[in-house]
């Protein structure tokens, strides 16, 4: 009997160990899988100079430029130009019909030839004195209105461009029936192009006469650059915004009018400031929150923001220059998570 509680004994010790080493076991794989690191990639946070850039919308035009349209419903006879062609103030660049019932042409045409032929006899038998001067003088003003008609019917005919200047648009062809009030040619200068956008009023006071803008363009990867010329002093009554206007440098040709582009202009410039990458910010608790990493392991910071600087933001406190910041897989991170951190070089 002794014999059999003894071994009775020591079987139970013996399970009772086995059973501790399997609590140890399972513990200790729990601590692994809970100490299991993630990787992460992170940049070492320094100061930068900065600048704050609003960004408007716009459409370009000649510095000078005329946009020419009709008078008359009538149809196209002749286009004289083609675009891109060089002109010069007072050149016809179309002609419409002349014989159509609209015009008149031929009709004041006519009247005009009568009444210079009626001037020129009477003004020869005015000087032999074979007419009086009453006469004269109502020959004289039948024939001067009959010059101002016919060349003001000349001129709803013939499209004549009032500046020199280059073809940029043309908008009919021969054969074309225009109406009234139909856009036909546009003429402008090229050496400066000159846009106008909308300020709203948070932001006008910061826009002054001779400031520098940068325009830019899906159509070219070149940028473009120019001066603020006016901005207006009261708001648009139907926008709400203030119109300024900037004339840009384009001796290159590398804008055209009609060309839709966007205005970057500097409205402030921020010395030795922490920016870091919007992304990496994360909101915990409806607090703005990043993460650093201390000694492998990440480190949850509230920070205060400060000025949107297009997809960075300036931290106002909570991040130092020095500082290890996670930029990307702070998503997955709580406080004092083991971390595989991946240094890069830029923000």
């Not at 032929?117 to 000087?127: A, G, H, I, Q, S």
């Not at 992304?279 to 703005?288: C, G, K, L, M």
Request: aromatic residues 6%.
């Amino acid at each position: 009997m002794t014999k059999t509680k003894h071994i009775t004994k020591l079987t139970g010790t013996l399970m009772l160990a086995a059973l501790l080493f399997t609590g140890c076991s399972s513990s200790e794989q729990e601590q692994q899988v809970v100490e299991q690191a993630i990787s992460v990639k992170a940049v070492v946070v320094s100061t930068s100079d900065r600048e704050i850039v609003s960004t408007y919308t716009g459409s370009l035009e000649g510095e000078h430029q005329a946009v020419l349209y009709s008078k008359l419903a009538e149809a196209v006879d002749s286009v004289w130009v083609r675009e891109g062609d060089q002109v010069v103030a007072d050149q016809v660049l179309l002609s419409l019909d002349r014989t159509g019932p609209s015009s008149s042409y031929r009709e004041t045409e006519s009247r005009y030839a009568n009444a210079e032929k009626t001037y020129r006899k009477m003004e020869r038998l005015f000087k032999e004195g074979a007419v009086s001067e009453s006469d004269y003088d109502a020959a004289k003003t039948i024939f001067e209105v009959s010059q101002a008609n016919f060349e003001a019917v000349s001129q709803l005919v013939e499209i004549r461009t009032p500046i020199s200047g280059t073809v940029t648009s043309i908008t009919v062809s021969p054969g074309d029936f225009v109406t009234i009030g139909k856009k036909l040619v546009t003429v402008a200068t090229l050496n400066r192009v000159r846009v106008r956008f909308g300020v709203n009023s948070n932001e006008v006071q910061h826009i002054d006469v001779g400031d520098d803008i940068k325009i830019s363009s899906e159509a070219t990867d070149l940028p473009g650059y120019g001066r603020i010329e006016t901005v207006a002093s009261s708001a648009d009554p139907l926008s709400r915004a203030f119109e300024a206007e900037a004339l840009i440098d384009n001796t290159e040709r590398l804008f055209s009018p009609g060309m839709f582009v966007r205005i970057h202009y500097v409205r402030n410039r921020l010395s030795s400031v922490v920016a870091i990458p919007r992304r990496s910010i994360v909101t915990i608790d409806r607090h703005e929150t990043v993460f650093i990493v201390e000694n492998g392991r990440a480190a949850r910071r509230p920070v205060t923001l400060g000025a949107d600087l297009s997809g960075d933001v300036v931290i106002e406190s909570g991040i130092n220059p020095g500082d290890t910041l996670v930029t990307l897989g702070q998503d997955y991170l709580d406080d004092g998570t083991l971390l595989t951190v991946t240094i890069i070089s830029e923000q």
